[in-house]
């Protein structure tokens, strides 16, 4: 079983539209838990951490179940350049981190 | 603040050709990542530096790759001989002693025929 598992996609959505993405874990040990964003041909850049609490930066909200050992991002109002790739990081003992694989977003005018 | 720099961008090698990468991590940032990342996947470790030392090299495959990063600053991924299968692009990232959070340089995309 992978580390991290994340649903490649491709999600089409049209402008302005909610999309939600999600992301498992295996280690119910981890303790650090991120979205990067990763466009066509660049590095990855982080978009948010994942707080246990829950968290909200403008359009973007990511929350942690640890329950159920995922991660989730919402886009509400999606943007033309929301397009790209977003990768879930999840940082476990001994400050070891696990990429998924990514969640493509096509946003659509 | 200057980001994470990396040489080169690309790179076109024959295979049993060696070939190095170079990355200058932000001032201050003192865990320095590899990473090596394939169409489609998300990035895998291949080393871990704090400071000097590597703290955790068990992915990368030592009878053809290398690192070094001798003063605790920039430093050098290696590999020889290359195959064909080492096309990909390989990523340094950094972060800082108080935060998880990672930055990536560019990138050197390279290709293996």
């Known amino acids: 079983r992978k580390e991290v598992e994340q649903d490649p996609g491709p999600f089409n959505v049209p402008e302005g539209a909610t999309v939600a993405f999600n992301c498992t874990y295996s280690?119910?040990?981890?303790?650090?838990f991120f979205w990067y964003r990763q466009d066509c041909r660049k590095e990855p850049k982080l978009l948010m951490s994942v707080y246990s609490s829950g968290n909200e930066d403008g359009r973007f909200t990511a929350q942690l179940n640890r329950a159920s050992q995922y991660i989730s991002l919402l886009i509400r109002d999606s943007k033309l350049s929301d397009s790209a790739t977003y990768l879930c990081v999840i940082g476990g003992n001994f400050n070891k981190f696990y990429f998924g694989s990514g969640t493509k977003l096509n946003v659509k005018p | 603040e200057a980001g994470v720099v990396q040489s080169p961008r690309y790179k076109i090698i024959e295979k049993k050709q060696p070939v190095a990468f170079w990355c200058n991590p932000i001032?201050?940032?003192?865990?320095l990542y590899w990473y090596l990342q394939n169409l489609g996947q998300g990035p895998e470790l291949l080393i871990r530096y704090e400071n000097e030392e590597a703290v955790d090299d068990s992915q990368l495959p030592k009878d053809r790759f290398s690192a070094e990063r001798l003063k605790g600053v920039d430093s050098t991924l290696k590999i020889q001989p290359a195959e064909l299968g080492d096309s990909a692009v390989y990523l340094c990232?950094?972060?800082?002693?108080?935060?998880?959070?990672?930055?990536f340089g560019p990138g050197t995309r390279l290709t293996v025929l």
């Open positions: 990232a950094c972060s800082a002693g108080d935060t998880d959070t990672q930055y």
């Open positions: 280690n119910s040990a981890s303790q650090s």
């Open positions: 001032s201050g940032h003192n865990t």
